[in-house]
């Protein structure tokens, strides 16, 4: 490549940036936002959760409650190890162009997505840990089952508000797969790919 | 990307620059803020862009530049062109912004990890990585060397670049031919 076709190359790549829609900005910026706070809010939730079972644990001295504590920091443990796996690489873009922001807002609703999911799982293999240990604890003379249906108003609440989860997690996820279908639309169009 | 208008920049000025508003017609200095903004305000962001490292950062430095050619157009007779006008207040604006920012560091390369959705030859996204390296590269040169090779790839000629630096046409050649070296190292190296 002889100097004025390199220069002439140089020059159409650098002038090749396509603007960054102000929504899109916009929207990437109120992400990071809440992701800032979503990390605040889950920083609190573990001191909290692992905090207060493992105080627990001390106080009580129970082998039983020593348990809850290890499952609480198993399950902390399992959530940040997949929030810092999803939000590796999706804190800012990968340049200042309109590529980049569309690549990352595309990121971040895939990395919602697989939230979705492991927010599912993580909840059962709780509400599933947490039911047994009760019902093993209380040393109920009526079958699993029927304890778990009709044993008592907590169960019930626990019921609900599983139900209630779910709902609002469909609910996200319909949210964030349409605003995917949205993004890669825009992605096509700015950027013909 | 912050819009940045005319009427943005009306309260807060000193006494001189109101003086002189009353002599020249606003709405012609408005009319010619926002053809200078329509016509070069993507090169001046790209220009933005080549001296910070975030987004905040550059559009920060854009409404400055925005609010210093504001302030500068009543002072503007036309000895030169509107372009060399607004690349030099830029350039002006950029050093300062460095100066404020001395500790701010440029990573050298945040590798650009786009998947390819339709990799082939010359595709798109190809054509982005090359432009993003690029960048990347032109961020991480010597500030003298940056300065020329922006104002190149840009399109603007000797004369402009020595106009809006305020160094000889000679020495542009100079800086733009070390510039280049430099630039071709740096892209050799990121192969």
């Known amino acids: 490549m002889n100097a004025d076709t390199e220069l002439e190359s140089w020059r159409e790549e650098w002038q090749s940036e396509a603007s960054i829609p102000a929504d899109l900005h916009r929207n990437v910026e109120r992400q990071s936002l809440q992701m800032r706070l979503l990390l605040i809010a889950d920083t609190v939730v573990t001191i909290v959760i692992g905090g207060g079972s493992t105080a627990w644990a001390l106080l009580s001295k129970d082998p039983g409650v020593a348990l809850v504590a290890v499952a609480a920091w198993i399950f902390l443990a399992a959530a940040w190890i997949f929030v810092f796996t999803v939000n590796r690489r999706l804190w800012r873009p990968s340049a200042i162009d309109a590529a980049a922001f569309i690549d990352l807002s595309v990121r971040r609703c895939e990395g919602a997505l697989k939230a979705v999911w492991f927010a599912g799982i993580l909840f059962v293999a709780e509400i599933a840990f947490d039911l047994s240990w009760i019902y093993v604890r209380s040393n109920l003379q009526q079958s699993w089952w029927r304890w778990l249906l009709f044993g008592s108003l907590r169960t019930d609440i626990v019921w609900i508000c599983t139900v209630v989860f779910f709902i609002l997690l469909v609910w996200y996820r319909r949210r964030k797969s349409r605003e995917l279908a949205r993004l890669l639309g825009l992605r096509e169009e700015i950027l013909g790919d | ?191």
């Open chain 2, 1 to 191: 990307m912050k819009s940045f208008t005319a009427t943005d920049a009306q309260p807060g000025f000193g006494s001189t620059i109101d003086l002189n508003r009353e002599t020249v017609d606003r709405k012609s200095l408005e009319e010619q803020f926002e053809r200078i903004l329509s016509a070069h305000g993507p090169a001046l962001s790209r220009l933005a862009a080549s001296y910070t490292s975030t987004v905040s950062d550059r559009d920060d430095l854009v409404q400055e530049t925005a609010f210093a050619i504001w302030q500068a157009l009543p002072h503007f007779r036309g000895d030169c062109s509107e372009r060399t006008f607004a690349f030099r207040i830029a350039h002006n604006r950029a050093i300062a912004h460095l100066s404020r920012n001395r500790e701010q560091k440029i990573d050298p390369l945040e590798e650009v990890e786009l998947r390819d959705p339709a990799p082939g030859p010359e595709s798109d996204f190809s054509r982005r990585q090359r432009a993003e390296t690029l960048r990347t590269a032109v961020r991480g040169l010597p500030l003298a060397y940056r300065q020329v090779i922006v104002l190149t790839l840009e399109g603007l000629g000797y004369r402009e670049i020595a106009a809006v630096l305020g160094i000889s046409e000679s020495n542009v050649g100079a800086r733009l031919t070390r510039a280049r070296q430099l630039l071709q190292d740096a892209l050799e190296n990121r192969k």
